[in-house]
């Protein structure tokens, strides 16, 4: 039987290289994308050399329309899962959040999902299986403080997936948006970073204080979580589960 093949953007570091090493483990043909070139060809080389899987890399640009119309011919074989992983964050408030900046978080965390699985869903209909897994946050369920754009667009992927759920539903085609509190991550520790400066408080208090205050485990989400719960998305068992946003919280949203 043919290994399933899943697509991660952003897959070169962070959630996106955590998720890779758990589908690697679990035996799926692995295409990584990003924009950075040199990080993915690291991390292909890092997950070949770490499992008997087969392991590609593709640069892309979400943004550009161009590369994404042709991602599903760049890529070796057709894509049974496509994870919507690439992101970006700034924080500032709205006062003074550059124009461009606003719209570039929307572009590449609304927009590029949304034109990716535009991309890919004829070829999930014609094999009549797809799974669609898009990387929101616990900022797709609540909000913070300066940080506009990108709870506009996480929130924004719960409705876009809602929609595709239903315009799929006859097709064995699921899309559902996990949901996960504070993951330690690089683009985190530089969130820790600009909240301070923020703030004029320690790293130490923004951690304690602002990011795991309303999050009753007080604890980060570990990247070996995300990729199950990504694998369990992809199995036979949820080909029911579609159109969800699924919390992976420590009870944050309980409140």
Request: glycine share 8%; aromatic share 6%.
């Given at each position: 039987m043919t290994a399933k093949h899943v697509l991660i953007t952003g897959g070169a570091s962070g959630?996106?290289?955590?998720?890779?090493?758990?589908f690697a483990q679990a035996g799926y043909r692995?295409?990584?994308?990003d924009i950075n070139a040199n990080a993915?060809?690291?991390?292909?080389?890092?997950?070949?050399?770490?499992?008997?899987?087969?392991?590609?890399?593709?640069?892309?640009?979400v943004t550009d329309s161009t590369q994404i119309?042709?991602?599903?011919?760049r890529v070796d074989a057709p894509v049974d899962i496509l994870i919507n992983n690439a992101g970006i964050q700034f924080v500032?408030?709205?006062?003074?959040?550059?124009?461009?900046?606003?719209?570039?978080?929307?572009?590449?965390?609304?927009?590029?999902?949304?034109m990716l699985t535009k991309a890919f869903l004829p070829q999930m209909y014609q094999q009549n299986f797809g799974r669609i897994i898009n990387v929101g946050s616990i900022h797709s369920l609540v909000a913070s403080p300066y940080k506009s754009?990108?709870?506009?667009?996480?929130?924004?992927l719960l409705g876009f997936s809602k929609t595709i759920a239903l315009e799929s539903a006859e097709h064995d085609v699921t899309i559902n948006t996990l949901c996960p509190s504070y993951v330690k991550t690089p683009l985190v520790e530089n969130q820790i970073i600009s909240q301070a400066q923020n703030h004029q408080i320690s790293e130490e208090e923004v951690i304690n204080t602002i990011m795991l205050k309303p999050m009753p485990k007080k604890a980060f989400i570990a990247l070996s979580e995300l990729a199950d719960t990504a694998l369990f998305l992809s199995s036979p068992s949820a080909k029911n589960i579609t159109a969800q946003a699924i919390a992976i919280d420590g009870g944050w949203t309980a409140h």
């Open positions: 959630i996106g290289l955590g998720m890779a090493q758990g692995v295409t990584l994308s993915l060809n690291a991390a292909v080389e890092q997950l070949t050399s770490a499992y008997d899987v087969t392991v590609k890399g593709i640069t892309l640009d119309a042709s991602a599903p011919d500032s408030a709205l006062e003074s959040f550059p124009e461009d900046k606003w719209r570039l978080i929307i572009d590449i965390l609304l927009t590029g999902p949304a754009a990108y709870v506009a667009a996480k929130h924004g």
